[in-house]
């Protein structure tokens, strides 16, 4: 019963939205809790060309490990911090080694990148266009005019072309 233990344990915390590692960070600086925000740092194309931007990984929560009975009216009251998640009567709860994990996969920062660079020999699909939904393969990254020359095989022939990079997924 969490209501009677002395033990810290990892629970899942609902954040106000875009604000979960500036939950964590009061958390952390007026409590001393321990305290887990990972954020994800990736590429998007938009129209001024690729731009760099962070989100949180899990969008709307946070992770903090506490002991129930002595800090959870302070921990819901917390700037940012809109309450312990919970699944009717029962709050959430994380394992220790899966908190570890992400720690170790987030680094100090709390920060992945994701490098959603494509590679030569990669099969992709093309998400867009006349060709939209067909597998190509890779053949050649063109990073200044971020575009991609793709290898694709039409009508019994193999022909390679320039795609925008931004109009293909993994395939």
Request: charged letters at 25%; one cysteine or more; aromatic letters at 8%.
């Amino acid at each position: 019963m969490l209501a009677l233990s002395n033990d810290p344990v990892w629970f899942c915390l609902r954040a106000e939205p875009k604000r979960e590692h500036l939950a964590a960070t009061a958390l952390r600086r007026r409590f001393e809790i321990e305290c887990l925000s990972p954020r994800l740092r990736f590429r998007k194309l938009t129209q001024r060309g690729p731009v760099w931007f962070v989100e949180a990984m899990f969008p709307g929560y946070l992770f903090a490990k506490f002991v129930y009975s002595t800090q959870h009216r302070a921990v819901e009251s917390s700037q940012g911090v809109r309450g312990i998640l919970r699944f009717g009567q029962r709050l959430a709860t994380l394992p220790e080694n899966t908190v570890i994990a992400l720690q170790s996969k987030a680094g100090a920062e709390e920060v992945v990148t994701v490098d959603s660079s494509l590679k030569i020999g990669q099969p992709v699909q093309l998400i867009e266009g006349a060709f939209q939904g067909l597998e190509v393969v890779v053949t050649q990254v063109l990073p200044a005019k971020e575009r991609i020359r793709v290898l694709l095989d039409f009508l019994g022939r193999s022909l390679e072309m320039e795609v925008p990079a931004g109009k293909v997924l993994p395939a």
